[in-house]
C-alpha cells in the first residue's frame, strides 16, 4: 500500500528513570489517546529508561520490550519507532527499532556516542544506518547525538529517503542546536525530518525541554511541541516533496564520499 500522505506521529513525554514497567505503561496510555490514526509512532530516545549508562537496564531483543512495541505495532496498525539499551552478546547497544505491525522488526545502532555522558564507555557504536520502506515512503531514523554530524545522514541519490527521523535525550541548555541542526539536516537533505525530544527532569539533574519538532524539505516547521508533554500527529505530502524536489534537484550536486 503507497500513501501520498503519511500520518506521523510525536510522542513528546517524560520518562521515569529505569523504570521499565512504569515507561512502557505511561506511554500505552499515551498512544491510546493519539488525536487520530497515525501511519508511524516515533518515541523518544531510551524510552524505556531515560537516558542512563547502567547496563543492567539493558535488555536482549525480543523480551519485554520488543514484544510491547511489537503490541502496539499491531493495535495501531503502525510502524513504531524509538530506542532502547540493548544486550546482544557480550555487547550492550543504544539500539534504534523499526517494528511493523506485522510482528516484523528491524534495527540499527547509535553510531556516535556521547562522550560527555561518557556513553561510548558503555554502549558499542553502530556501524551501518538503516532505510525501510513503508506505506512507499522511505525512511531513516537515527538517535540523539548523530545529529551533530551530518555526514552519517547524507541523503544519498542511489538509496533516496523522503523522512529523516531523529529519537533523542537532548538536555534543555542545548536547546538552541537541537533547533538548528534539525532545520539544517531538512534543507541540506531536501526532506521532511521529525525530531521527537523528552520532557522534564532525570535522575541526573538534567532537564529537557522537549522542542520536537516537524520540518518540511524547505526547513519550515509543521509542528513545534511546547515544554510539555504532548503528542501531535502531522500529515506529510509525498507529491510535495517530488514536486520540490524536481523542481530544485540540488541533490544532483551532492559531494560523493565514502564512510570508514
Known amino acids: 500500500m503507497t500513501k501520498d500522505r503519511l500520518a506521523v506521529a510525536l510522542i513528546q513525554t517524560d520518562l ?14 499515551k498512544i491510546a489517546a493519539i488525536e487520530k490514526p497515525a501511519d508511524v509512532i516515533i518515541l523518544p530516545e531510551m524510552f524505556n529508561s531515560g537516558f ?11 523480551l519485554t520490550t520488543t514484544r510491547w512495541m511489537k503490541q502496539i ?11 532502547f539499551a540493548v544486550k546482544d552478546g557480550d555487547e550492550f547497544y ?8 506485522d510482528g516484523t522488526f528491524s534495527h540499527s545502532d547509535k553510531r556516535h ?7 561510548h564507555e558503555t554502549y558499542t557504536p553502530g556501524n ?23 555526514v552519517w545522514s547524507r541523503n544519498i541519490e542511489s538509496d533516496q529517503y523522503d523522512l529523516l527521523v531523529y529519537v533523542a ?7 538552541h542546536a537541537w533547533k538548528s541542526l534539525l532545520i539544517a539536516r531538512a534543507i541540506e537533505n531536501q526532506s521532511y525530518v521529525v525530531g521527537v525530544n523528552r520532557v522534564g527532569t532525570d535522575a541526573l539533574g538534567i532537564s529537557y525541554q522537549g522542542d520536537s519538532v516537524a520540518h518540511d524539505f524547505l526547513g519550515e516547521p509543521i509542528c513545534i511541541l511546547e515544554n510539555k508533554e504532548q503528542d501531535k500527529v502531522v500529515d506529510l505530502s ?18 560523493t564520499f565514502n564512510i570508514l
Not at 73 to 83: F, H, K, M, Y
Open 73 to 83: 505495532a499491531e493495535q495501531t496498525d503502525a510502524l513504531i519507532i524509538g530506542s
Open 128 to 150: 551501518s544506518k538503516k532505510i525501510i520502506d513503508w506505506r512507499g515512503w522511505k525512511i531513516c531514523a537515527l538517535v540523539c547525538y548523530d545529529l551533530r554530524f551530518p
Open 52 to 62: 542512563t549508562m547502567n547496563r543492567k537496564v539493558a535488555e536482549p531483543v525480543n
Open 238 to 255: 509525498q507529491t510535495d516533496l517530488k514536486n520540490y524536489r524536481k523542481g530544485f534537484p540540488a541533490y544532483l550536486d551532492a559531494d
Open 169 to 175: 535525550n537532548w538536555p534543555a541548555r542545548r536547546a
Open 16 to 29: 521515569y528513570w529505569e523504570n521499565v514497567t512504569a515507561n512502557l505503561s505511561s506511554l500505552e496510555e
Open 94 to 101: 543504544n539500539r534504534l527499532f523499526y517494528v511493523f505491525p
Open 113 to 119: 556516542l556521547f562522550r560527555m555522558g561518557e556513553e
